[in-house]
DNA sequence: TATGAATGAGCCTTCATTCAT
DNA sequence: GATGAATGAAGGCTCATTCAT
C-alpha cells in the first residue's frame, strides 16, 4: 500500500532499484492530487454531507489523518475540489471567441464541441454537478463559480450572440440577452444523465446538434453534420 | 407551541370538536400534511444527508417518535415527499394539449405559463430542485419522477412540436426530437435560481420570452408579449 | 447494568411497585446526579482533559448520548460538577459565625471541624482538588468559587479575626489581614493528600490541632484539645 | 523566531563557533534546554494531557521528531521537566539553616526571603504549579518531589522550630510537629496566583510578613516589618 | 543527528431509530 | 396514537509517535 522509497537514478543505490517500476514514494503534489482525486469520486457518489473522509482516505491511498495535512476540514477539501478543474476550458473558449473575424455559428459550434468532448464523460462533469447539487449550500462555491466561469462565459456569448445578430447570422437576440438560453441544453444534459441515462441513455451529441439548429434558426435542410 | 391535548373540564368532549374555535386535536392526515410541509422545509434547506428529523419533527409540531407512525424511516419520508406534489400541473399541461385545434405556440405558451405561475417560486421549485440535487442517490425517486412526469412531459411536447412542425408553426423539428430543448431553459432558471439568485437575480419570465420566441423561431418583431 | 424494566412477577402490575426494592426507571434527578458523580469520579482521576466521556457514561450506566441530553459538552458537564457541590458548608459556617456572643476561639474551632467532617475525606475534598488543578484553565469556575466561597470565607475570617483581635482573644491581627492565613493548613492538607498520602500520611487532624494554637497564638500548655 | 541552522558561506566553520557573535548550531545541551524551556511554557498553560507537543516543538524550535530524540516520549519529557529545576533553592536553604548560632527567626526569614524572591514569579513557582496538578497522576513525580525536596525541607524547618522552640524564640512547637505549617501560606499564595489573580491579586510579601508573625508569636507592637 | 510528513488509534459529538410511558 | 428520553453506531478531527530521508 505505501511506496518503497526508491531513490532512484543514484549512481549504485540500493542495487537495481532504478529499472524498476516500482513505486516511489510520492510527492507531495502527487499525494495531493491523489486525495482530490479520491475526493472527487467520493464526494460525486455521495455528496457533501453523506461523504465519509475514511473512504476519501482509503481511496487516495493514505492514512486518515494525512488529508488534514493538506486540507484543514471536510469544507475545505470539498471547497478546493470544486475550484480546481475549471479554468482551462474557459480558456479555449475565451481563445475560440477572440476571433471576431469568425462567423458565430462557428464559434458556438466550437464551443459545443469542446462542452462534448472536454466535459460530458470527465470528471469536469462530475465536477458540474457538485456544484449543481452542492453550490446552494456553498456559498462560497456558487460565488466562486459565478465570478470565475458563469460571469465570464456569460459575456462571452453574449459578445457572440449579439455580433451575430447584427450580422444577420442569428435571427434573434435572445442568447445576447439572456445566454443562459445557450447554455441551458448542456446543463439539461448534465442533469439528465445524472438521473435518467442508467434506465434513458440521452444521445448529447444529437440533442446538442438539434440545439445548434434552433439556435441558429436554420430550417432543417440548411443543417450540415 | 403545540396543542396540548386539552385534558380539560370540558362537558362534551370531543365530540363536536370541529366547531369549537379552540385548537382541536389534528387529524391524522393533517398531522401527515404537517410532517410533510415540515420535511420539505427541512430537506429543501438543507439536502437528504444533513436534514435532521428533529427539526422535521419540531417545525412539524409532533414529537420525533411520531414521525415514525407516519414514515418507517427517513428515507421514505424522503421519497414520500418527493412523490407527492406531482400531479397537478402535469394534469393541467396534458389539458393543454388534448386541444389538437390550437396552434402549438398557443399551447407551449400555456405551459410556459404554467412553469412561470405554478413551478417557480412554489413548493414545487423546491421539490424540483431536491429531485435534482439527491436525485442520483435516489433511484427510486428518478424513476418514478421519470415515469410519471418527465416521459409524459416529453411525449406532449413532442406530440405539439410535431404536429406544429408539419403544419409549418415551428421551423424545425428540433424539438419533436428533442424535447428536452423545450424544458431546459425551465431547468435552468430553477438551477440558477437556487445557486446564484443571492448576487446575480434572474429575470426568469424575460427569459422565457426569449426562449418562446427562440423556439418558434421568430425574427424579432414578431413577438408582442 | 441498564436497570431491566422489570416486567416481573407483578400480579397487579404498577400498584404495589413503591415498596418494591426493585430498580424502578431512574427519575431525570436520578440520572442527572449519576452522570454528575460518575463524572466526578472520572474527573478526578484523570483531570479535565484526559478524561473520557465514555467513562463517565459506564460509570454512569448510561449511554454515550444520555451524557448529552444533560449537558451541552464534556466541559459544560464539569463545570456544573464544579458547581454543584459547594453552599451547603459555607452556610453553615456563616450560621457558625454569625453568633457574636461568642469566643473568636470556639467559632474558628467549629469552622475548623466541619473542615475535617465535611470536607476532607468526602467528596467536596476531590471537588476542592479538581478546581485547584483545573481552575487555571477554566476562569468561570475560578470567578464562580471565588465570588461564592472563597470571598464570603474571607469575610467570614475577616470578621472573626478583627472582632477576635480588638477583644484580646488573638495575639496579633494578621488573620484579619489575610483571612488566607487561616485557611492555608487546610489547603495544604488537601493538597498534601492528593500528591503524597499514599507513601506518608497526614495526620490532618493533629496538624489542624497545632494550626489553631499557633493561630490564637496559646502557648502549649493552655490547649489540651 | 529560532535560530536556522545558518547554512551559510563561512570560511572557518563551526571551529571557533563560540565566539562568533552569529548565531550558531546549538549544541545538544542547548537543545535539550531549548526544549525543556518550550516544555515549561506549554505544559504550565495546558496541563500535561491537553499540551500539544507540536507546540513544544515549535517553541523550541526543533522539528516534532527531535523531541523523541532527547525523551523517549511525552511523559519522560514532562517529569524531567519537573525534576530539573529544583535544587538549588533547596540547598541554600540548608546553607541557611546550617549556622546553629543564628536565631531561628532570623533562618525562617531568610526562607521566607528566599521563596518571595526564587520562587514567586519565576519557573519554579510554574513547576511548582505543575506538581501541584498533575502529581496525582504522575506518583514518580510526586515521590521525587517529596523525596528530593518536601522531606529536606520539612527536616530542615523541624531541626529550625525546635530549636526555636527550646530556646523561647518560638511559642509554641506547631511547626515542629507538622512543619507543613511553615509553608501552608507559600503554598496558599501559588494556588491563589494560578486561580485568582486575574481579579483579585494577592499582595504576597504583606501576606508572607503576616505569617511570618503570626509564626513567631509577635504581638503586633513587635514586628517593624 | 535532525527533519516533518505520515500514521492511526482514540475521543467528542451527532442523530436516526427505539421503546417505555 | 403520541411522546421524548434513551440509545449507540458512526464520523470528523486530533495528536503522540514513527520513519524515510
Known amino acids: 500500500m505505501i511506496p518503497k522509497p ?3 537514478e543514484q549512481a549504485v543505490p540500493r542495487k537495481g532499484a532504478a529499472e524498476l517500476a516500482e513505486r516511489k514514494r510520492p510527492t507531495q503534489d502527487e499525494r495531493r492530487a491523489a486525495i482530490l482525486a479520491a475526493a472527487l469520486d467520493v464526494f460525486a457518489e ?7 473522509l475514511d473512504d476519501v482516505a482509503q481511496k487516495a491511498g493514505v492514512a486518515k489523518g494525512t488529508l488534514y495535512l493538506y486540507f484543514p ?14 479554468s482551462p476550458v474557459l480558456q479555449r473558449i475565451e481563445a475560440l471567441s477572440a476571433d471576431a473575424a469568425l462567423p458565430a455559428s462557428a464559434i458556438l459550434d466550437g464551443i459545443l464541441t469542446l462542452f462534448q468532448t472536454e466535459i460530458i464523460g470527465t470528471n469536469r462533469e462530475r465536477i458540474l454537478r457538485l456544484i449543481i447539487s452542492e453550490g446552494p449550500r456553498f456559498p462560497k462555491i456558487a460565488e466562486f463559480y459565478h465570478r470565475e466561469v458563469i460571469s465570464k462565459g456569460r459575456e462571452i456569448i453574449r459578445t457572440i450572440a449579439a455580433r451575430g445578430y447584427e450580422r444577420g447570422e442569428l435571427r434573434s437576440d435572445a442568447m445576447a440577452k439572456f445566454p443562459q438560453l445557450f447554455f441551458a441544453p448542456l446543463l439539461t444534459a448534465v442533469v439528465w444523465r445524472s438521473l435518467f ?17 434552433l439556435m441558429l434558426g436554420q430550417k432543417d435542410e440548411e443543417s450540415p453534420k
Request: hydrophobic letters at 45%; glycine letters at 4%.
Open 6 to 8: 526508491t531513490t532512484k
Open 46 to 52: 455521495n455528496g457533501f454531507a453523506a461523504a465519509r
Open 73 to 86: 476540514d471536510k469544507q475545505a477539501l470539498f471547497e478546493a475540489l470544486l475550484q480546481g478543474l475549471v
Open 197 to 213: 441515462s442508467r434506465f434513458d441513455p440521452l444521445d448529447v451529441n444529437a440533442m446538442i446538434e438539434c440545439h445548434r439548429k
